[in-house]
């Protein structure tokens, strides 16, 4: 006993060392997720210290952005605790063969690792939803394994197999065969040996040449073709130990002792097969967007460490609200509670990644070609600009290295042979839209080679300084100044000229106060509107453009909400089309919200203009910078404040949103009560209950 205590101990111990080693490995190839590492880490520590102790699936939940690697995490886990042969990876996101792949590998669990600790992933686990965006039911046979699999662990799969009809057809002939007088010995046919062979299709199985002749060879004709032993193992494999043993229980029976031990055979491959994951870990990997709300912006212009920012906020209870959007709440519950929230990449870890890379083929290079190759911060940068789009992750910047760096590396080592150079290193640098790579022997430089580069966004993003810039740089400006007078909250950055698909600019925002009061709205609505107030102030109303749809239709659905779902209108009710699905919503038949918010547009639209004319200098000096240069950031945009804003305390900017007026409001009100009181008893003297309020 106390040896195998001593073992056990002992293989605990060796365990836990390899979950250390795995994680410090994970921390060098991982970048920026270091937290979630360390959570992967401990959440999987009892399943793979105790196995044997677990009666139900353990599951852990991994949501992100895609690109953040979610995916690549597990696999490599999965190698560093070996259990890459145990590791079963569903890809939900298959709709067409979804069914069929799930099947399939729910067979291979059953044929190998049945009841054994094994590691499964369900990736793209948001495709597999059971709700639509309406909140309706949908139709997931195939995702029911899925649901079972997460609650047990165990759960019956078909056997069907085309072996079966396979089987079923040869029993049929068989049968025949014996009814029409042919005799089996020992698992061999002792009687009408050629008209079995006939029979069954054999002739060429048991043909053999003599003197020229084809004659039958009818010494050992098997009852039972040997074509379906691997048929009969596969539907009934749990009976076998190995092959062989089909062939000798075969090989012990007559003709009619056979066809009962076949149609056992056909019983058993008709049955379910009982799948046994519970004592699995099995990782749920997805994406949610309804989580993740900047996950469709893609523009490569928002600074990194915004996004990273506003995913540092997502918490467990957001995710399962999100979960609420697409699945129902059972099945919510079977997902469990450790739910690992990936951040978005920083700038400093998307830098941290390209370093890596760009190091990756150096080291190739050094150990094929002999040949120290080094990258010039200028192409770092280079990478990262073209490269970076925040919200989807690393490939976007693999793809760049491939296109900037490796693209090159024919040319560059060609060049050598080409010119006969001795070079011990190559130093790649970026300037304008040119690689150039400098050949050194030692410290000496004896060639250069210049590459044009194709750029996509850094052409994007040039000024272009034309009429497209600066009616930019004047709607721009004027949701800034907007945002500043009336909001008071500078913006972070202003855009003039941005790389984004169908985006002139944008002005980026970050209100400290986390709700919306009834006496901001005007005000917010007079931000959306800012852009086209400020064309019609600076250009007439005669040449306003159409590059305010996007703001016009975001201030119309800002304010239907406003007056629609949070009860900002005349009556605080909820509002919806007519519909039987929204029996408990009020319907707004006669238009009256259409023409509340009409109003509250028309008098936003009014302030946005009388706000900007009052701030006309201001206006002008922002937009006339920004026509030159293609983006202006917050301490900029507070200097042109400090220079030319109108009649405005700068003591009304608001850096910290948490103290604004509520509690301090409260708390004077409840201190005015107490005065008036001659002596009121505290709140903690009270003892609440559903059932009594006594003071004790």
């Given amino acids: 006993m106390a040896k195998q205590i001593h073992k056990r101990h002992k293989e605990i111990m060796q365990k836990q060392e390899i979950l250390n080693k795995a994680k410090v490995i994970l921390k060098q190839e991982f970048i920026g997720i270091n937290l979630v590492i360390d959570e992967v880490v401990d959440a999987i520590s009892s399943w793979y210290l105790f196995p044997d102790l677990q009666e139900k699936p353990v599951v852990i939940n991994l949501w992100g952005l895609t690109g953040v690697g979610k995916s690549s995490l597990v696999n490599r886990l999965a190698q560093l605790i070996d259990f890459d042969k145990k590791y079963f990876h569903f890809d939900l996101g298959e709709n067409d063969t979804r069914d069929w792949a799930i099947k399939r590998q729910l067979e291979e669990i059953y044929e190998n690792v049945n009841g054994y600790p094994i590691l499964l992933a369900l990736d793209e686990f948001q495709h597999a939803r059971t709700l639509d965006e309406t909140g309706k039911e949908m139709d997931k046979t195939a995702s029911r394994i899925i649901w079972q699999l997460l609650d047990s662990g165990k759960f019956q799969i078909s056997r069907y197999s085309y072996h079966l009809e396979e089987l079923y057809d040869l029993i049929q002939k068989l049968r025949y065969l014996l009814k029409n007088g042919v005799r089996v010995s020992k698992g061999k046919v002792i009687s009408k040996k050629e008209y079995f062979i006939e029979q069954m299709d054999l002739k060429k199985e048991y043909e053999k040449y003599e003197n020229s002749e084809t004659t039958l060879d009818t010494n050992n004709v098997l009852f039972v073709p040997t074509s379906f032993y691997e048929g009969i193992f596969s539907l009934a494999r749990e009976q076998f130990s190995t092959r062989f043993e089909v062939r000798e229980k075969l090989e012990a029976l007559n003709g009619y002792e056979t066809i009962k031990y076949l149609l056992d055979i056909f019983s058993i491959g008709n049955s379910p097969k009982p799948v046994d994951c519970s004592k699995g870990l099995i990782f749920v990997l997805g994406n949610l967007d309804e989580a993740y709300t900047m996950s ?76 120290k190759l080094e990258f010039d911060q200028t192409v770092l940068d280079l990478i990262y600009r073209e490269g970076v789009y925040p919200t989807q992750g690393t490939r976007p910047i693999f793809t760049t290295i491939h296109q900037i760096v490796n693209t090159k590396m024919g040319r560059v080592i060609t060049e050598m042979i080409l010119k006969n150079l001795t070079a011990s290193r190559i130093v790649f640098r970026a300037i304008d839209n040119r690689i150039i790579a400098d050949y050194y022997e030692k ?84 931000l959306f509107l800012g852009g086209l107030a400020a064309e019609k102030i600076i250009f007439g109303e005669e040449n306003i453009t159409t590059g305010a749809e996007d703001d016009i239709e975001k201030a119309t659905g800002f304010i239907t909400e406003m007056l629609k779902q949070c009860g900002m209108g005349k009556l605080p009710a909820a509002y919806h089309a007519k519909d039987p699905q929204t ?114």
Wanted: hydrophobic share 40%; glycine share 2%; net charge positive.
């Fill in 296 to 371: 469709n912006d893609f523009n490569p212009d928002i600074d990194a460490d915004e996004f990273h920012e506003q995913s540092m906020k997502i918490n467990v209870p957001i995710i399962k609200k999100a979960l609420k959007r697409r699945f129902r709440n059972e099945q919510i519950a079977r997902l469990g509670n450790i739910h690992i929230i990936y951040p978005a990449f920083s700038k400093k870890s998307f830098q941290i990644i390209i370093e890596l890379e760009l190091s990756k083929i150096t080291e190739k290079v050094s150990r094929h070609l002999k040949i």
């Fill in 443 to 526: 410290e000496v430089k004896i060639h250069s080679l210049s590459i044009q580069q194709q750029l996509n966004l850094e052409n994007l993003r040039k000024n272009k300084q034309d009429d497209i810039q600066a009616i930019t740089a004047v709607h721009e400006a004027g949701h800034a100044i907007i945002s500043a007078i009336l909001l008071h909250t500078v913006p972070e950055v202003i855009f003039s000229n941005s790389a984004e698909v169908g985006t002139g600019g944008f002005v980026y925002t970050k209100f400290k106060w986390k709700y919306i009061s009834r006496k901001e709205i005007t005000n917010r609505l007079a």
């Fill in 583 to 696: 029996r408990n919503y009020l319907h707004d038949e006669g238009s009256q919200l259409c023409k509340e918010a009409e109003i509250w547009i028309s008098k936003a639209m009014t302030l946005a203009v009388k706000t900007l004319k009052e701030q006309e200098v201001l206006l002008l000096k922002m937009a006339d910078y920004l026509s030159d240069n293609r983006q202006m950031n917050k301490h900029q945009a507070t200097q042109l404040l400090e220079n030319y804003a109108h009649n405005f305390d700068f003591d009304s900017l608001i850096e910290n949103g948490d103290l604004l007026f509520y509690r301090h409001h409260l708390k004077e009100k409840v201190a005015a009560i107490e005065e008036k009181t001659e002596r009121t008893p505290s709140m903690n003297s009270y003892e609440f209950s559903l059932n009594k309020k006594s003071p004790k």
